[in-house]
């Protein structure tokens, strides 16, 4: 089983910085199947990016996200208000078909 | 657009059984794969187990063998069903599509509560 850890635990940023959030896996596996998501206080998460580096439908262009093998990253180029959230990380093996998810990381308001 | 809706009791006694569904609108169940996903209070995203339409499944072997996904495509729902509930399986519980090892979209999630 994959274990993927996200860091760090929380970041504390201001509008207008830039945040790179962390997803490390255990081992390696294909980056088409790795999906970062936001989550606000008292809703469902979104999905924001999907085979490691694609902006899902509706996405602005300023969350990018990138890596290969067991390094992936988030990265918000100027935060925006309603981008303070915490980010969940995703991947899917198919050997069996399993699906695991990285704690989380937390942005907040500095 | 894709909806999925999650109902289902928001309480159950431990030692019994916790059931739920989620109904799909805007897509015919038989097109793709569905899954459920839960978050303990304050915690992480757990993957519980995914559904494709023909009644394949997989599990998280964490569940040790307690829980059943399943689909009526005539009714375009699919349920999941968990035995012997502890209070550790009190989450919110989602329901999501499953579509190349993403999930898109998700359930605006339900809370099942377990206690006496």
């Known amino acids: 089983e994959i274990v993927l850890t996200q860091s760090p635990g929380t970041l504390s940023l201001s509008p207008g910085e830039r945040a790179t959030l962390s997803c490390r896996a255990s081992q390696n596996f294909g980056s088409s199947f790795l999906a970062w998501y936001q989550q606000k206080p008292g809703q469902a998460p979104r999905l924001l990016i999907y085979g490691a580096s694609s902006r899902a439908t509706g996405i602005p262009d300023r969350f990018s996200g990138s890596g290969s093998g067991t390094d992936f990253t988030l990265t918000i180029s100027r935060l925006e208000p309603e981008d303070f959230a915490v980010y969940h990380c995703?991947?899917?093996?198919?050997?069996?078909?399993?699906?695991?998810f990285g704690q989380g990381t937390k942005l907040e308001i500095k | 657009q894709v909806q999925l809706q999650e109902s289902g009791p928001g309480l159950v006694k431990p030692s019994e059984t916790l059931s739920l569904t989620c109904t799909v609108s805007g897509a015919s169940i038989t097109d793709y794969s569905w899954s459920w996903i839960r978050q303990p209070p304050g915690k992480g995203l757990e993957w519980i187990a995914f559904?494709?339409?023909?009644?394949?499944?997989s599990y998280n072997p964490s569940l040790t063998s307690r829980g059943t996904i399943s689909v009526d495509t005539s009714k375009n729902q699919f349920y999941l069903r968990l035995n012997s509930v502890t209070a550790a399986d009190t989450a919110v519980y989602y329901c999501?599509?499953?579509?190349?090892?993403?999930?898109?979209?998700w359930g605006q999630g339900t809370l099942v509560t377990v206690s006496s």
């Open positions: 995703q991947q899917y093996g198919s050997s069996p078909s399993m699906y695991t």
């Open positions: 999501a599509r499953a579509i190349f090892g993403r999930f898109d979209p």
């Open positions: 559904v494709y339409y023909s009644g394949s499944t």
